[in-house]
């Protein structure tokens, strides 16, 4: 599923053997043309708006919609909807956005793959083990980032004026697709709709400023991590059907075609549902919640090779897609 813009209109759609189907319009067709729906663009606008948040807050209603559409539209034919409006588009006549560009939370965890905790830690990856499991560490270590953050493919990363040590960290992230709070573990699954690839793109002049304070050494999260564009998602949104083990997917970064990062989802420390389990105690998950789980070793921070302007990000997970920004200095 993605988010896409056509002229100036955002839409929800749904990418089919490399073309995108408009859901909403698709559907109100298939109500049509299979249901014999009178009121088919009124039942469509109700259950496929054209905001994946809202879509997401419909529920199985909205998903089985989509369902259908999938196995209803011929993305070879030139398909047209109910008011002769194009339905099916290539990618080149659409602009993908951020498949969640409204989120109400993003959250992030810190140190949470046993590579890139080796690698901090400057230590080999046995003895990060070792260490993880002698700590007894179980509760995640989480921070925010805000809405401002979040942009969609091809869309830029900036240098900031404030930051020279701009990096980079392909991440696994989970979208809330039902409402809830104090979920445990054991019940997570029916409150994800999906997974994306997720960069969390970090300031590390910023995380860990010169200070006089006597607490200097506290990594400042809400600068480090939380600056304009420093949150780029997608392509898309792949449902968790799609999906049945998060834990057994490639990872990497690549930076102008160089690989930076290449891991696994299943070297994460603190699984899917202990974090979830965590977030919601005593915090209310919204449909369209971002959660993004964590990184693999090869980050700038150890390495130094820092992003510049004119370098191309691309950070790919297995099965999600290839997630691909330009870096420029901001104006």
Same mark, same amino acid.
């Given at each position: ?29 298939? @109500? #049509?043309?299979? *249901?014999?729906?009178?009121? /088919?663009? $009124?039942?469509?606008?109700? &259950?496929?708006?054209? =905001?994946?948040? %809202?879509? @997401? #807050?419909?529920? *199985?209603r909205?998903?089985? /919609?989509? $369902?259908?559409?999938?196995? &209803?539209?011929?993305? =070879?034919?030139? %398909?047209?909807?109910?008011?002769? *409006? ?14 969640i ?10 140190v949470?793959y ?31 980032k805000?809405?401002t953050?979040?942009i ?20 696994l ?9 104090y ?129 191309v ?5 297995e ?13």
């Open positions: 599923m993605v988010t896409f813009r056509v002229h100036t209109e955002s839409r929800v759609g749904l990418v089919k053997d490399g073309r995108v189907i408009d859901l909403n319009s698709a559907y109100a067709l298939y @109500l #049509r043309d299979v *249901e014999g729906e009178d009121d /088919a663009r $009124r039942i469509a606008d109700t &259950f496929t708006p054209p =905001d994946m948040k %809202a879509f @997401l #807050r419909i529920g *199985e909205g998903l089985a /919609a989509a $369902r259908e559409v999938y196995k &209803f539209i011929d993305v =070879d034919e030139d %398909a047209r909807g109910i008011d002769g *409006e194009k339905t099916v588009f290539n990618l080149d006549e659409v602009r993908l956005g951020a498949p560009p409204n989120p109400d939370k993003v959250y992030c965890l810190a949470n046993y590579s890139h905790f080796a690698e901090v830690m400057g230590v080999s990856l046995e003895e990060a083990k070792r260490r993880v499991k002698s700590w007894g560490l179980t509760v995640p270590v989480i921070f925010q805000p809405s953050s979040i969609g493919p091809g869309d830029p990363i900036m240098i900031p004026r404030v930051s020279s040590k701009v990096d980079y960290e392909v991440e992230a989970v979208v809330i697709g039902k409402r809830g709070k979920i445990p573990k054991e019940e997570v699954e029916e409150y994800i709709a999906g997974y994306m690839v997720f960069n969390d793109v970090s300031f590390r002049d910023q995380g860990f400023p010169k200070s006089d304070f006597k607490y200097y050494k506290q990594i400042n999260w809400v600068k480090g991590k939380g600056l304009d564009n420093s949150a780029p998602t997608g392509p898309q949104l792949v449902t968790k059907d799609e999906i049945p083990n998060p834990y057994n997917l490639k990872m990497f970064t690549r930076v102008n075609g160089e690989v930076r990062q290449e891991g696994n989802t299943g070297d994460m420390i603190i699984k899917i549902p202990e974090i979830i389990e965590y977030l919601s105690n005593g915090v209310t998950l919204n449909p369209g919640d971002i959660i993004s789980t964590g990184t693999c070793a090869g980050v700038a921070l150890v390495s130094g090779l820092y992003l510049k302007p004119g370098d990000v691309e950070a790919e997970i099965e999600l897609g290839v997630l691909s920004n330009p870096v420029i200095r901001e104006p």
